[in-house]
């Protein structure tokens, strides 16, 4: 099941002939998801940033909720930013998951073409998978 004692799902998790042993990841997965715009979100008119993109991105959002996603937090640090920014990332959003499929079914989700749109002409984005951070959160 993963749980403590276990490495991965199946296997149980036992120490490594140099002493040390596999430390577990545990449910729910911690993944945050960086993004930023690209050079097309910059260059398409506001009509076209209106009619096109902010739907498909509301209902990408919505559809990581779907499919099992839960929003911890949010940050975009475009305070003291404008304009196409290569770095660092615009936005990051923190998602806790059951399953790391969502997180695969959520960069899909920016893949496919919906009425024309894909999403992944606009914005960039990368997920991190990693956890609560010790010295606060994990017990």
Known sequence: DGGAGSCCRGRKSRAMPNGWTPRPLHRPHRVMVIGRATQ???AASEEE???????RFKQVLDEW???GARMVASFCDDVFQVGPNRHPWAWNLIY???DLDVGAAM???VREAVDGVRLDT????ELRVGRAFFAREET
């Open 107 to 109: 960069v899909q989700a």
């Open 65 to 67: 909720e779907q499919l």
């Open 122 to 125: 606009y914005v960039e984005l």
């Open 40 to 42: 097309t979100f910059f």
């Open 49 to 55: 940033k209106d009619s096109r993109f902010m739907p």
């Open 96 to 98: 806790e998951m059951d």
